[in-house]
């Protein structure tokens, strides 16, 4: 029997606007709360408490992925079948134990929300995909921000809503397309993409994605350009091979674990580096590499490497 299809994925202007789009859906058939892994960005929370979700932290293993020990508590405390937010943090797949919590966790009636945006260079296929016979074997949605690894500055996607949802057409979403555009023009003016993320931070209600954008995912020259992407990522890896890297081979910056994290971080800072992810607390053993020679050169020396 061939597999049932699903309802086309809607594509956002970003990733928040995806997961609001799943809070929405969810809270109208009833769950209250979402189960969301400790080790995560401020904008993953907020638009499930935009809609009256009560997020409970869960513990992360030293990956960053959901702590199956911890999960199973959570959802025994929970009152009703929640949300599971599994994030496949720093471009980290679920292994066997956690996928097998994952699954137990569907089995009770939990719905299970997949946030691919470290993974998406490898599920690019998957994701961009106009339509699709399955989203996910072993989740309800399938989420990303698409501006984190690809070289758009705005686009999130969702897969596995039941229903198309209603879209804002305000004035300040057709803004931030604007000064988007306008950053990615002036790539030696970093205010401007600071203002894209400040327009981001107040733009919650739930946006398509431009037009512009979204054609682009379909020209000819996108794919060798994530290929491409993909192969300097495999270099930066390993460059790196011989520190504590918590995401090997992934297609996303390689992350290390450092007793000297705090300090690595401030002299790639000293050097004029911006590190490509930080958030306070969850991650700061943590660090996320630029990729760039002279940064992985401060690095190895910052961290004692046989190779500084």
């Not at 409970?56 to 199956?68: E, N």
């Not at 209600?205 to 300097?232: H, I, K, Q, V, W």
């Amino acid at each position: 029997m061939p597999p049932a299809r699903q309802p086309p994925p809607v594509f956002t202007a970003a990733g928040r606007h995806a997961l609001a789009l799943v809070a929405r859906e969810a809270r109208a058939d009833g769950v209250r709360e979402v189960l969301a892994p400790r080790v995560r960005c401020t904008a993953m929370a907020i638009p499930f408490e935009l809609e009256g979700l009560r997020v409970t932290d869960v513990g992360c293993g030293p990956t960053g992925l959901l702590d199956p020990g911890a999960l199973a508590p959570a959802l025994a405390a929970c009152t009703r079948p929640p949300l599971v937010l599994h994030a496949e943090t720093f471009g980290n797949r679920a292994g066997g134990e956690l996928r097998t919590a994952l699954a137990a966790a569907r089995r009770t009636g939990a719905r299970i929300v997949v946030d691919a945006t470290h993974t998406v260079l490898e599920r690019a296929d998957e994701l961009l995909a106009d339509a699709g016979t399955t989203h996910h074997p072993d989740a309800d949605y399938l989420v990303a921000s698409l501006r984190k690894l690809l070289p758009i500055p705005l686009g999130g996607v969702v897969h596995g809503l039941t229903s198309p949802p209603e879209l804002a057409d305000d004035p300040l979403n057709a803004d931030l397309a604007a000064v988007a555009e306008i950053a990615e023009r002036r790539p030696a003016v970093p205010v401007l993409m600071d203002a894209v993320e400040d327009l981001l931070d107040v733009a919650w209600a739930p946006a398509p994605m431009p037009g512009p954008y979204r054609a682009r995912l379909a020209l000819p020259e996108f794919n060798p350009e994530l290929s491409r992407r993909r192969a300097s990522l495999a270099r930066l890896h390993a460059a790196v091979a011989d520190l504590d890297v918590v995401n090997p081979g992934a297609a996303h910056p390689p992350v290390i674990a450092h007793p000297r994290a705090a300090a690595i971080r401030a002299e790639l800072a000293r050097a004029g580096f911006s590190l490509p992810l930080h958030w306070d607390g969850a991650t700061d053993g943590l660090v996320a590499l630029p990729d760039d020679p002279q940064a992985i050169k401060i690095v190895h020396r910052s961290a004692g490497s046989r190779r500084s």
